[in-house]
């Protein structure tokens, strides 16, 4: 049911793609007009990482070839620390076009890749304009206090001002949210198979569902925005 979101992000990763096919680095060799998504299963490194990274692998092929998009899918093991600052496995993510972070549990991310080496090359390909995809755990992990079934955790910020609620739906409570994180937080609720793409304050709603904005200190939504409708967050 994402395909629409994970055709939104691939399409979006073409102008890094070819920035980088361009410029000649790593990841270019082979065809250079393929967009490289890079998986990050570290949400599920309690679980069966290998099987949610194969299966998101899977329907992302899957989604491209539909399209006659060609991408080249790998996998960076980044399950604890020590994986985190490898070398070799941080070159493979700045390499990216598209790096995903699939669901799981949502503190293990930040507990994983906060100041290491595969966090700041998470950095580097967005500098150049590589798109970063998290779904579910992977969506919390990325706001300023991500949620977890034992209160929350400092989120890694990358989108800032806020926390992330995945499968939203009108009857969620954000009250019992808002005791657990810091002062000053707004609340984004995704529903299923609904993503926002953007950056800075500048986000487009994709997908089936809606997106529910829950501005500081509110209980009550200040707004909800549906597919292609825009929506201005704190920059």
């Known amino acids: 049911g994402d395909e629409r979101v994970a055709r939104t992000l691939l ?3 073409a102008v890094p793609a070819l920035e980088r096919s361009r410029a000649c680095l ?4 082979g065809d250079p007009a393929a967009r490289r998504v890079v998986i990050l299963p570290t949400a599920a490194a309690r679980g069966r990482p290998d099987l949610v990274a194969a299966s998101v692998g899977r329907f992302l092929r899957d989604v491209a070839a539909e399209d006659d998009i060609l991408v080249r899918v790998d996998v960076a093991g980044v399950l604890d620390r020590l994986s985190a ?3 070799a496995v941080a070159g493979l993510i700045a390499s990216a076009d598209l790096v995903v972070l699939p669901g799981g549990e949502p503190d293990l991310i930040p507990a994983v890749l906060r100041d290491t080496l595969a966090w700041r090359a998470i950095f580097a390909a967005r500098a150049r304009g590589a798109v970063v995809w998290g779904a579910s755990a992977g969506a919390m992990a990325l706001g300023a206090w991500c949620p977890t079934p ?3 955790v400092p989120g890694l910020g990358l989108v ?4 992330v609620v995945p499968h939203f739906r009108a009857q969620t409570s954000v009250d019992h949210l808002r005791a657990q994180a810091p002062a000053g937080l707004g609340v984004l609720g995704l529903a299923e198979r609904t993503a926002l793409v953007g950056s800075g304050r500048d986000w487009r709603c994709v997908g089936e569902g809606t997106v529910t904005w829950f501005p500081p200190g509110a209980s009550q939504p200040a707004i909800g925005v549906r597919d292609g409708e825009l929506l201005k967050l704190p920059g």
Do not use: Y
């Not at 800032?160 to 926390?163: Q, S, V």
């Open 85 to 87: 600052e490898e070398g």
């Open 26 to 29: 790593p990841g270019s060799a």
């Open 160 to 163: 800032p001002g806020l926390l």
């Open 150 to 152: 034992d209160g929350g």
């Open 11 to 13: 399409e979006l990763a």
